[in-house]
């Protein structure tokens, strides 16, 4: 499988008009092939089933490059799986070098969450996240609330799983004033998920910080709270 066979079966599920569209919608400046999502899922599971890891870090690595919308969306599918052995640790590496690149929402999110796994399986690697949120780059800054939203859903955390929500917590809180509508629909978004799993904790947060919310973000927030 080389990054040519890859691109040419998806070109095969181009779909008429459908590039011109995502271009529209997206409003970033790549190119699009018009590849329907569930078709680039069935492309990657082959390509995930038939390739060793090794040559599945290549395929990404060269198919992120190309900066092709539905190549990087690939990229990060086919790196996207709960157990990675003997060692993840070149996966995270890989995602993690891609960081600085998000330059939409779609893709971030989609690299994200092959980075959720990795970050799962070694927390210790939320020191990395850290830094991110300090970053000039605002994908850089929002990306450490999307990868990082498994945090979010434990009902019944370990004293470990509490000591990272907080710790998250923290980072959400410094981002409270920044005006760009991602980075406040981040942290909105991570305190939705919170909501449904710690409304107690929440509610804290907006109590401290939502003032500093914008109006739209804190109502997203608090969508889900208990009434």
Known sequence: MTLDDALSQLRAKTEPGRAEQMAAYHKIDRPY??????DTDILVRDW??????AKRLDLARDLWTTNI?????????LLTQARIKPSDADVWRLVASWVPDFDSWAIADHACMAGQ?????DPARLDT?????????MWTRRAALVITLPWTKQNHPTPEETAARD???GWAAGYVSDPDWFIQKSVAWWLRDLSKHDPDRTRAFLAAHGDQMKPFAR??????LPA
């Open 33 to 38: 092939l018009g590849v329907a999502n569930p």
């Open 69 to 77: 919308f539905e190549a990087r969306v690939a990229a990060a599918k």
């Open 129 to 137: 996240v850290e830094t991110w949120t300090t970053s000039d780059h």
């Open 219 to 224: 109502k997203e927030a608090a969508r889900h």
């Open 48 to 53: 995930r089933q038939a390739l060793d890891l």
């Open 117 to 121: 796994r990795r970050l799962t399986a």
């Open 167 to 169: 710790r998250i917590l």
